[in-house]
Every structure is written in structure tokens, then in C-alpha cells.
């Protein structure tokens, strides 16, 4: 009759090398599962940055969006306050923008640059001090405060600013 002791004996050895192939395999299988894990977490990251360059180009794009809509309103602001204006000679040769009479209200009389006009803004010129003026021997001569554009204005019998409205 067989040993009952040594079939338990190869039993538990049989059981041994059984526990000690699963864990090789286990081994093997935590390893190789870690280089999945590690190339999954690699393909993660690369996602992520590409969100965040995408989230940024939205943010840019967003802020562009937003300038152009504003550019868009001034330009529509402009256009309806360039009606309102119209080209006069207020010197001999000299030109300068108005605001029409209809348009005016209880405002008082101005000039506005032509250079700034013609590049869509409303820059009204300023009158030098009579020193100034006496000193340049131009006579009435007013200066654009943004361009610096210098508007010859005629002071004569023909040309009354709050009477004719020439300009």
C-alpha cells in the first residue's frame, strides 16, 4: 500500500511548484502590466497638454473675438458720427472738418483735424496762445493735440464763424 505520508508529501510539492508558476506568471504579468500602466499614463499626459494648448487657443481666440467686436463698434460709432461732419475751407486753402449745425445742439464751435478724420478719429484742434501765434507770424493757426497737424483758420470780414458758419 502507498505511503499516505509521502503522497501527501508530493501532493503539497506539486501544490509548491503550482503557488510558485502563478506567482512567475503573476510576476510576469505585474510587470508587463506596469509598462501599460506607465505608456496609459504617457498617452494621458500627451492628451492633457493637448487640452491645455486647445484651451489656450480658445482663450486667444476668445480675446480676439472681443477686440474685433469692439473694433467693429467703434467703426459703426464712427461712421454714424462722420455724417454729422462735413469738409469747410476756414482759410485760404486751409480745410478742417465741422460738425453740421443740426447736428451741434448747444455745443459750441469746433474744428477737427482732417489728418485724424481721414484715419477715423474725432481730434479737435487747439488754438495756440496768442504769443505763440505772434512769435510763428502765421497769424490764427490751431494745432491737432494727437498728430500734431497744424490748421491755418482765416479771421477776415468775409468769414464769421458764429454768423456765416462756414465752419
Not at 501599460?36 to 492628451?47: C, N, V
Not at 469692439?70 to 482759410?91: R, S
Request: glycine share 6%; proline share 4%.
Amino acid at each position: 500500500m502507498p505511503d499516505l505520508t509521502a503522497i501527501a508529501q508530493g501532493l503539497s510539492a506539486l501544490k509548491a511548484i503550482k503557488d510558485i508558476g502563478e506567482a512567475m506568471i503573476g510576476v510576469r504579468d505585474a510587470a508587463a502590466f506596469r509598462e501599460r500602466q506607465i505608456e496609459f499614463q504617457g498617452k494621458i499626459i500627451e492628451a492633457q497638454d493637448a487640452i491645455f494648448s486647445i484651451q489656450q487657443e480658445r482663450s486667444s481666440l476668445i480675446e480676439k473675438i472681443g477686440e474685433l467686436e469692439e473694433e467693429i463698434a467703434n467703426l459703426k460709432k464712427w461712421d454714424t458720427e462722420k455724417q454729422h461732419c462735413k469738409l469747410v475751407e476756414v482759410g485760404l486753402g486751409s480745410f478742417a472738418y465741422v460738425i453740421t449745425q443740426e447736428a451741434q445742439g448747444s455745443a459750441p464751435e469746433y474744428l477737427i483735424c482732417p489728418a485724424c478724420y481721414e484715419h477715423g478719429k474725432k481730434s479737435i484742434v487747439q488754438a495756440m496762445t496768442q504769443a505763440a501765434q505772434h512769435a510763428s507770424g502765421r497769424g490764427d493757426e490751431r494745432t491737432c493735440p494727437d498728430c500734431k497737424t497744424k490748421v491755418a483758420v482765416a479771421r477776415n470780414p468775409q468769414w464769421k464763424p458764429s454768423t456765416d458758419r462756414r465752419w
